[in-house]
């Protein structure tokens, strides 16, 4: 059973990645890295083909067996890991985390969130 790990070229995303690589050699499974484009400008949240290459390269020297994945389908981010998780029968789901402001959370809502409390798997929150 593969790993999800969320995937941003952000800190919070970075360290994810990490961690799901200590986790998928710790228990010999394979990674599925996703990165998903959402919002009104989903090109902004979604990481450049060479950024996702680079991901591609650190995963093989790993000797990690992998995918990547980078949907765009207008789906929120916690929907899209938690329907993934549920279609390759995830063993595990790595997602990083930033500080934000209670106003933050409450206005944007909190995919982290959603996610841990949505997954039908076990849920590592990494902290950037």
């Known amino acids: 059973m593969p790993i999800i790990v969320g ?7 970075e360290a994810a990645l990490r961690h799901a690589v200590l986790e998928a050699h710790a228990h010999a499974e394979s990674l599925v ?3 998903i484009g959402w919002g009104v400008h989903p090109e902004t949240s979604m990481a450049r083909e060479d950024d996702l290459d680079a991901v591609r390269r650190t995963l093989t020297e790993a000797g ?5 994945r980078q949907l765009v389908r207008g789906k929120e981010p916690a929907e899209e890991i938690c329907a993934l998780a549920d279609e390759v ?3 595990l789901i790595v997602i990083g985390l930033r500080r ?8 944007l809502g909190s995919n982290a969130q959603q996610i841990l409390l949505g997954a039908n798997c076990p849920v590592v929150a990494v902290k950037a």
């Open 7 to 13: 995937y941003t070229t952000k800190p919070e995303g």
């Open 33 to 35: 890295v996703l990165n």
């Open 64 to 68: 990690i067996e992998h995918q990547v």
């Open 89 to 91: 029968e995830a063993s």
């Open 100 to 107: 934000r402001s209670p106003v933050g959370k409450l206005l």
